[in-house]
């Protein structure tokens, strides 16, 4: 059983930046893809953007040209840095890492991006 733990998220300004981490328990040598989404408050969730084991990344067009997803192996941990924020991505950011036979989901960091 792995575990992920998402942490990083905070009320931050419109046009701030924050990078979220998710701490896996294990190696994430394991997972084919990881993976970021949120909920907005009173939406459904949403897609943000995945990278895979040979680190391509792929995003949402809320996502795109604003969010970067990388990962650091050495620390089984990846990450979202968020740039330009804007109110409308406050959200609960959840992390999910999985492949053929394995999917973990995260329990969420909240973003608030507010003045």
């Known amino acids: 059983q792995v575990q992920l733990v998402e942490s990083g998220g905070r009320l931050v300004q419109p046009g701030g930046s924050l990078r979220l981490s998710c701490a896996a328990s294990?190696?994430?040598?394991?997972?084919?893809?990881m993976a970021w989404y949120r909920q907005p408050p009173g939406k459904q969730r949403e897609w943000v953007g995945t990278i895979d084991s040979s680190g391509g990344t792929s995003y949402g067009d809320s996502a795109k040209g604003r969010f970067t997803i990388s990962t650091d192996n050495d620390k089984n941990t990846l990450y979202l840095q968020m740039n330009s924020l804007k109110p409308e991505d406050t959200a609960v950011y959840s992390c999910?890492?999985?492949?053929?036979?394995?999917?973990?989901w995260g329990q969420g960091t909240q973003v608030t991006v507010s003045a």
């Open positions: 999910r890492a999985r492949n053929l036979h394995l999917d973990y």
């Open positions: 294990g190696s994430i040598f394991r997972f084919n893809t």
